[in-house]
């Protein structure tokens, strides 16, 4: 017996697309409905395998034992109301945004069987044609449940996650918030105002440096709108934060203490070779 | 007959042991000297075969007809006079340094056959071990002679530099260094303060995007705070512009303006696209 029979998966892009793949390639879903408000995302979903069938309607949950909610942080909450007046009783709903707190707040009350999870797999592409199945495999799966989070729902979701080959992290939604304010939020951030403040004419010439540095600003921006809007509070101290050690490096250049400048670059190296 | 009969490089280091390699898999030089600070790391780059011999003192050059100077900016400025006493007539001597201003010009008035070249070709990683002979295969290469730069020197550095796959800028050096501390200097001043500004337990919780947006901050911090002590003024100039621009990301974001913060990652998006 397969681990889900019917799954609905909403949004059906780079995580919504490959979460179709992993679970076909596991064999844990017997039936993958794709539901995507673009329709011909959906469509080509359904034609390079990652689903069995699109779906026209929100209808298509009733019978679902798994719910996949990989659409943008605010469509998630919009769709919400309408999900759990349909959902039947157990079934286990997830999402897989990069903000916890405001989707966790208003869906765990809606939904007792809805387990907040943020698999960090993501990339500056995006869409079905860059989804790909082991993306999640040795990937970090955050999941934020609540007190009230239904146990089995919260067993169910864990057990997922590692058949897909992630390595689970619990904590609560606003740890994860403040957190990736810092790890995911602020280099998106730092790298959007790095390439916007280049001078077009001088872009290429450059190398590997800019082009890394600057890569995740090749970044959706709706989907980065939201997430940011979704997490301000957070960011925004995580940007002050910022913005003190780069005062700090620019006082140490001005007034030309190489001392100083050499202490904030040795600690900078030594803390990036702890990230591997 | 050999481009090169005896070719003297100053610094066994990633560039300097690259050039090594490269020189000799083209057979563009019949005998490589290699010169370090540190003895071992010239002895290496021998073992490893990037060079034929290393050398002792600087009198190795008086019969050179290429000197390659890959030591960190100062040490270049500060070797210069005594090189130029023994260097013979017409011998090619070429610096890979990041900034060119100070270089160009106190070489090219102590060295009329010397030309400032900058490969855009270096790394996070440094020293002989991570050198590889095709780093110069389709990187730039900028060449910044003075009005002053022998015609022979710069036409033997282009074809040089050809020989070893690169494609050849010209400019000024007054231009590269304000072109280089937007694309290069300020990435890495970026890079430094980001990691810096992240608490270090929540370094691991993070995926790609840190990863890339942090990976130079692994950067050698003797190096580069020579760097960016030579080229002060204009560093200090970019690090400004990208303040603005992160404080205008961070004001539509404190102000919930959507609108505007769509905008800016849009903008920021398509012009990554411009990079590649």
Redesign the interface.
């Known amino acids: 017996m397969k681990m889900f029979n019917k799954v609905v998966i909403f949004g059906t892009g780079l995580i919504g697309g490959s979460m179709g793949f992993a679970l076909k390639r596991k064999g844990l879903a017997r039936q993958i409905i794709g539901f995507s408000r673009q329709k011909k995302n959906a469509e080509l979903a359904r034609r390079m395998g990652a689903i069995d069938r699109t779906a026209a309607s929100l209808d298509q949950v009733q019978d679902a034992d798994l719910v996949i909610l990989a659409a943008p942080v605010e469509a998630i909450i919009n769709i919400a109301p309408e999900l759990a007046k349909r959902l039947k009783k157990g079934c286990l709903v997830i999402d897989v945004a990069s903000t916890k707190e405001k989707i966790v707040s208003r869906l765990n009350k809606l939904i007792p069987d809805f387990v907040g999870c943020h698999p ?5 592409k995006k869409g079905i044609s860059n989804a790909q199945m082991d993306i999640f495999t040795d ?2 799966c ?1 999941i934020t449940p609540v007190s009230g989070t239904g146990k089995s729902a919260l067993k169910k979701a864990r057990s997922l996650w590692k058949k897909l080959g992630a390595h689970i ?1 619990l904590m609560p939604a606003a740890r994860h918030d403040r ?2 304010a ?3 939020h ?15 004419k ?21 989907l ?2 939201q997430i ?2 979704s997490n ?1 509070k957070n ?2 101290s ?2 002050s ?6 005062a700090a ?2 006082s140490a ?2 007034n ?1 203490n ?1 001392k100083r ?2 202490k ?6 030594k ?6």
């Open positions: 960090l797999a993501g990339s500056e990937s970090i955050i992290l957190i990736l810092f790890t995911s602020l280099p998106h951030t730092v790298a959007f105002s790095l390439i916007g403040s280049i001078p077009d001088f872009l290429k010439i450059s190398s590997g440096g800019l082009a890394d540095t600057t890569r995740i600003a090749g970044s959706d921006e709706i980065w709108s940011f809007l301000r960011l925004l995580s940007i934060s910022f913005q003190k050690k780069l490096f620019k250049l001005a030309k190489r400048l050499i904030i670059l040795a600690a900078a190296r803390k990036r070779g702890h990230l591997g």
